[in-house]
């Protein structure tokens, strides 16, 4: 068996040089210091039918350090699951072995490559596996010694240890060398190993090129009662000597492939059967009856309470949606979901990277997660959103205390770079509604979005203008008021301001239509259009930076509709202070006053 599982490291290490020097890019030193750990785990303690890449019961494998993908499409080819020409087609256009691993290529879970990610990630998986699928299966992650200088893998380690997360098993490939130094421990591998007890893991030291060592090690793990890590020292390059703990040989093809290919000792074409686990089914929470939440015209309501009212709702009637919060529950209001459905929830604390990732895991499985936080801080999870684009995942994230309005907490706590960053993402929809009856709605409808969906809340209550039986949809929009003369388009609290400025307007004979655009994006094009070619000019005003948010999103749907407009953008434009909420919408220039200030600029410049 040990001679066995070093020829297939060998190969894991040849086959990781022969896919680099095709592509003429990639990291192969990087896989050869892993090839042992790889080739143990596939050839004994890995439990997956790489032929049922979809079977619920199998074990998951996160290359947390995704440069190392030349090895994790090596083990693919040794289990069966690609041929040696689809290997030998790494990161040519249109291969699914692309530079870094995506779910392109079952049954890789989540894209990795963002160091710091897989980790976290991980936890979302082991967290679905016992609690909500309640399954047997383990969650293996191989991380780099460099990433573990990011500050999310330390919130998944604490977070792991603190739910003791026993079916997780991180292996640490302590190959000393970054990309350009040696990294912060170097070859420390206690200290590593010290560090990951003080978060309560079980952590075993070992030499990750003796198989029969890391046969041991990975064994104690799997019967450890907690979190286990097994922490390898290696070598980068490992088995060939031009680049074996060489520095300055990362991310590069090795120079004499051949030579490097012969040094350790030819090609090989070894198959690997791995285990099988044993069968197993999901559990699955069964569905129950809720009626929607609705409220009465007229009621004054928070749009963040009316999200916790809907999610819990939601909850009752589909089993599979589970909530996760930054520790800020009691003011996004997902707290509601938790006390009806405790077992579906996940308090994640302040750790917005380690949450967003976890939400990717689980619904890597499945679930439907939705996540929430104050606004601003999912600014703290930017690059973990933007991967879980690349994963394809399917989020659902709630960002309370939007813009200004949120009053005396100050600038740190307002949200006001998030629309443009949420429509930046690929595939996203952004939704900000202005009442509880269209948030509702709009929680109902991001249940069987795809892609990651934001919802802009509100702290401040405000008037419910939606009747409840009226029809909310992405991509739409409400007309609140009827008028030919201008246009003023809002979103969120600036609804209300620019509803009471078409009041005052009203009272000099000037007609302003409103419009609601409660969906930023997808944008409803048709009811801009209109807006434009009927009125003598459009008014767009919201609590947000000018830069990326529904302004630029109305100026695009004009543009790509051709259509020629005036148009006349209020938003946030000078650092915030603390204050009043109405003093800071006066002091930004987006209250009611503003918008019929500028208005009256419009209807004076076409008379």
Same mark, same amino acid.
Request: glycine share 10%.
């Given at each position: 068996?040990?001679?066995?599982?070093?020829?297939?490291?060998?190969?894991?290490?040849?086959?990781?040089?022969?896919?680099?020097?095709?592509?003429?890019?990639?990291?192969?030193?990087?896989?050869?210091?892993?090839?042992?750990?790889?080739?143990?785990?596939?050839?004994?303690?890995?439990?997956?039918?790489?032929?049922?890449?979809?079977?619920?019961?199998?074990?998951?494998?996160?290359?947390?350090?995704?440069?190392?993908?030349?090895?994790?499409?090596?083990?693919?080819?040794?289990?069966?699951?690609?041929?040696?020409?689809?290997?030998?087609?790494?990161?040519?256009?249109?291969?699914?072995?692309?530079?870094?691993?995506?779910?392109? %290529?079952?049954?890789?879970?989540?894209?990795?490559?963002?160091?710091?990610?897989?980790?976290?990630?991980?936890?979302?998986?082991?967290?679905?596996?016992?609690?909500?699928?309640?399954?047997?299966?383990?969650?293996?992650?191989?991380?780099?010694?460099?990433?573990?200088?990011?500050?999310?893998?330390?919130?998944?380690?604490?977070?792991?240890?603190?739910?003791?997360?026993?079916?997780?098993?991180?292996?640490?490939?302590?190959?000393?060398?970054?990309?350009?130094?040696?990294?912060?421990?170097?070859?420390?591998?206690?200290?590593?190993?010290?560090?990951?007890?003080?978060?309560?893991?079980?952590?075993?030291?070992?030499?990750?090129?003796?198989?029969?060592?890391?046969?041991?090690?990975?064994?104690?793990?799997?019967?450890?009662?907690?979190?286990?890590?097994?922490?390898?020292?290696?070598?980068?390059?490992?088995?060939?000597?031009?680049?074996?703990?060489?520095?300055?040989?990362?991310?590069?093809?090795?120079?004499?492939?051949?030579?490097?290919?012969?040094?350790?000792?030819?090609?090989?074409?070894?198959?690997?059967?791995?285990?099988?686990?044993?069968?197993?089914?999901?559990?699955?929470?069964?569905?129950?009856?809720?009626?929607?939440?609705?409220?009465?015209?007229?009621?004054?309501?928070?749009?963040?309470?009316?999200?916790?009212?809907?999610?819990?709702?939601?909850?009752?009637?589909?089993?599979?949606?589970?909530?996760?919060?930054?520790?800020?529950?009691?003011?996004?209001?997902?707290?509601?979901?938790?006390?009806?459905?405790?077992?579906?929830?996940?308090?994640?604390?302040?750790?917005?990277?380690?949450?967003?990732?976890?939400?990717?895991?689980?619904?890597?499985?499945?679930?439907?997660?939705?996540?929430?936080?104050?606004?601003?801080?999912?600014?703290?999870?930017?690059?973990?959103?933007?991967?879980?684009?690349?994963?394809?995942?399917?989020?659902?994230?709630?960002?309370?205390?939007?813009?200004?309005?949120?009053?005396?907490?100050?600038?740190?706590?307002?949200?006001?770079?998030?629309?443009?960053?949420?429509?930046?993402?690929?595939?996203?929809?952004?939704?900000?509604?202005?009442?509880?009856?269209?948030?509702?709605?709009?929680?109902?409808?991001?249940?069987?979005?795809?892609?990651?969906?934001?919802?802009?809340?509100?702290?401040?209550?405000?008037?419910?203008?939606?009747?409840?039986?009226?029809?909310?949809?992405?991509?739409?929009?409400?007309?609140?008021?009827?008028?030919?003369?201008?246009?003023?388009?809002?979103?969120?609290?600036?609804?209300?301001?620019?509803?009471?400025?078409?009041?005052?307007?009203?009272?000099?004979?000037?007609?302003?239509?409103?419009?609601?655009?409660?969906?930023?994006?997808?944008?409803?094009?048709?009811?801009?259009?209109?807006?434009?070619?009927?009125?003598?000019?459009?008014?767009?005003?919201?609590?947000?930076?000018?830069?990326?948010?529904?302004?630029?999103?109305?100026?695009?749907?004009?543009?790509?509709?051709?259509?020629?407009?005036?148009?006349?953008?209020?938003?946030?434009?000078?650092?915030?202070?603390?204050?009043?909420?109405?003093?800071?919408?006066?002091?930004?220039? %987006?209250?009611?006053?503003?918008?019929?200030?500028?208005?009256?600029?419009?209807?004076?410049?076409?008379?």
């Amino acid at each position: 068996m040990s001679d066995f599982r070093r020829e297939l490291a060998a190969q894991l290490r040849v086959d990781s040089i022969r896919a680099a020097a095709a592509a003429g890019s990639g990291h192969p030193t990087s896989s050869m210091s892993a090839a042992d750990l790889m080739a143990v785990l596939l050839d004994g303690h890995l439990r997956l039918r790489y032929d049922r890449p979809d079977d619920p019961a199998n074990d998951h494998l996160v290359f947390s350090k995704g440069h190392a993908s030349p090895l994790y499409y090596a083990m693919l080819k040794a289990a069966g699951a690609v041929s040696d020409d689809e290997l030998l087609g790494f990161r040519t256009f249109g291969s699914r072995l692309e530079g870094h691993p995506t779910p392109r %290529i079952p049954p890789t879970d989540v894209a990795t490559g963002s160091l710091g990610q897989g980790l976290p990630v991980a936890v979302g998986l082991a967290l679905a596996g016992k609690r909500l699928d309640r399954l047997p299966y383990r969650v293996w992650v191989l991380c780099g010694d460099s990433e573990m200088a990011e500050g999310s893998m330390w919130e998944a380690i604490q977070h792991a240890g603190w739910a003791g997360l026993d079916n997780l098993v991180a292996i640490i490939d302590v190959n000393r060398l970054g990309q350009t130094r040696e990294t912060m421990l170097g070859w420390d591998v206690d200290g590593y190993a010290e560090r990951l007890r003080a978060f309560g893991w079980h952590a075993v030291v070992v030499d990750g090129h003796d198989v029969e060592a890391v046969d041991r090690a990975y064994a104690e793990a799997e019967g450890a009662d907690r979190p286990a890590a097994v922490v390898a020292r290696t070598e980068k390059g490992h088995g060939v000597a031009v680049v074996e703990d060489k520095p300055g040989k990362h991310g590069k093809p090795l120079d004499d492939p051949r030579a490097a290919i012969a040094e350790l000792g030819g090609e090989r074409d070894l198959a690997v059967s791995v285990a099988a686990p044993a069968d197993g089914t999901p559990y699955r929470f069964p569905p129950g009856s809720a009626d929607p939440p609705t409220w009465r015209v007229g009621e004054e309501v928070a749009t963040r309470k009316a999200y916790g009212v809907a999610l819990a709702a939601l909850g009752a009637r589909d089993g599979a949606v589970v909530a996760l919060d930054g520790e800020v529950s009691n003011s996004t209001h997902s707290e509601l979901f938790a006390e009806a459905h405790p077992e579906r929830y996940f308090e994640m604390f302040i750790a917005e990277q380690l949450m967003l990732a976890a939400a990717v895991g689980m619904q890597a499985r499945g679930w439907k997660p939705f996540a929430s936080t104050f606004g601003a801080f999912w600014s703290r999870a930017a690059d973990f959103v933007r991967m879980a684009a690349v994963s394809r995942a399917d989020l659902r994230l709630c960002g309370s205390h939007a813009g200004v309005s949120i009053g005396e907490d100050g600038p740190s706590q307002m949200a006001l770079e998030d629309l443009a960053f949420f429509r930046a993402v690929h595939g996203s929809t952004v939704l900000h509604p202005s009442d509880a009856n269209q948030t509702a709605q709009l929680v109902r409808a991001m249940a069987e979005l795809p892609g990651i969906s934001y919802l802009r809340t509100l702290r401040g209550a405000t008037k419910v203008r939606t009747p409840a039986d009226e029809h909310v949809r992405v991509g739409g929009s409400r007309v609140v008021r009827k008028g030919d003369d201008l246009a003023i388009v809002a979103c969120g609290i600036t609804v209300d301001e620019a509803d009471a400025a078409a009041e005052l307007l009203a009272a000099q004979g000037v007609r302003a239509r409103v419009v609601d655009c409660y969906s930023v994006k997808p944008i409803d094009v048709d009811t801009l259009v209109a807006a434009a070619r009927e009125t003598a000019g459009l008014i767009v005003v919201e609590d947000h930076w000018p830069q990326g948010g529904l302004g630029e999103a109305v100026l695009a749907a004009l543009a790509e509709a051709d259509v020629q407009a005036t148009v006349r953008h209020l938003a946030v434009r000078d650092m915030p202070v603390s204050g009043k909420p109405a003093e800071l919408l006066a002091a930004a220039g %987006i209250d009611a006053e503003a918008i019929a200030a500028a208005a009256r600029v419009i209807i004076g410049r076409t008379g």
